[in-house]
C-alpha cells in the first residue's frame, strides 16, 4: 500500500457526460501528479499541482482540468467525455521538493474509467 | 524534449535465473533521475528502484540492481533469482529535477514497458 488513496476504482459513463476523480496524497506530500494509462498513448504525465498551485502541464487536454485542495487532496475533473478518454488515470504524491533530492513518485491504485 | 525507450516489449524467464530489462534515454539535462517502476496484473503501479544521476554507484535494492551507463544513456535493470511474483509489466522512467519551462515540476516520462513473465 502506498498511501496513496484514490476513488471510485471504477466509473462507467455515456459520451458527453463529465465525471470527478478524487485523488488524497500520503501523509505530509505536498505534490500530486495525474498521469493517464491508456492502451494506444501509454502512460502520459497530465498536470502536476504543488501545494495548492499548479506546477507543471503536460498532454492535458483542455475538457479536463484538476485543482488541489487547502487540505491537499485533488480531483481532476473530465468533461464532454468521448470514447477515446476511457483509460486507466493514476494519482501519485511525492514530498517536499529538496534540490538533489530524488522527489520519488508514489502512485495510487487508478481510477479505470470506461466512456460507453 | 526527453523519450525513454524500451526496446523489448516481452521477456520471460525460469524461476531463480536472472533476467536484465534494457531501456534508453535521450536528454539533454545533466541533472536527473531514473526510476524503474513495475506494474503487476493488480495494475498497480510499484517503485522498484531509482538511480540519481550524479551518482556512479549503480543502485541496488535486494534482488534488483540496475546498470546505469550515463555516456551511453542507458540504464538496464538486473532481476536476480527471479521469482513468480516478479511477473509483471515493468516500465523504465526520467525525470528532471528543474523548475520553469518544459522540464518544470517532476514530471516522470515513461517507456513503452517490457511484459515479463517468470515461468515456473
Request: aromatic residues 12%; contains cysteine; proline residues 4%.
Amino acid at each position: 500500500d502506498s498511501g496513496v488513496t484514490q476513488t471510485p476504482k471504477h466509473l462507467i459513463t455515456a459520451t458527453g457526460q463529465r465525471v470527478t476523480l478524487r485523488c488524497s496524497p500520503r501523509s505530509g506530500d505536498l505534490s500530486v501528479y495525474w498521469y493517464q494509462q491508456s492502451l494506444d498513448q501509454g502512460l502520459q504525465f497530465l498536470i502536476q499541482y504543488y501545494n495548492g498551485e499548479e506546477r507543471a502541464k503536460g498532454n492535458i487536454l483542455e475538457r479536463f482540468s484538476a485543482q488541489q485542495f487547502p487540505d491537499l487532496h485533488s480531483e481532476l475533473n473530465l468533461s464532454s467525455l468521448e470514447l477515446g478518454d476511457s483509460a486507466l488515470y493514476f494519482c501519485a504524491s511525492s514530498a517536499l521538493y529538496v534540490v538533489d533530492i530524488p522527489d520519488t513518485q508514489y502512485f495510487g491504485p487508478g481510477t479505470r474509467l470506461t466512456v460507453l | 524534449a526527453q523519450t525513454v525507450t524500451q526496446s523489448q516489449p516481452e521477456m520471460s524467464v525460469q524461476e531463480a535465473e536472472t533476467v536484465t530489462l534494457s531501456c534508453t534515454y535521450d536528454t539533454s539535462e545533466n541533472n536527473y533521475y531514473l526510476f524503474w517502476y513495475k506494474q503487476p496484473p493488480s495494475r498497480q503501479m510499484i517503485l522498484v528502484i531509482r538511480q540519481e544521476a550524479y551518482k556512479q554507484q549503480n543502485a541496488t535494492e535486494n534482488r534488483f540492481s540496475v546498470n546505469f551507463q550515463k555516456a551511453a544513456k542507458s540504464f538496464s535493470l538486473k532481476i536476480s533469482d527471479s521469482q513468480l511474483g516478479d511477473t509483471a509489466m515493468y516500465f523504465c522512467a526520467f525525470m528532471t529535477t528543474g523548475w520553469g519551462g518544459e522540464t518544470s515540476g517532476s514530471r516522470l516520462t515513461f517507456g513503452e514497458g517490457t511484459q515479463l513473465t517468470v515461468n515456473p
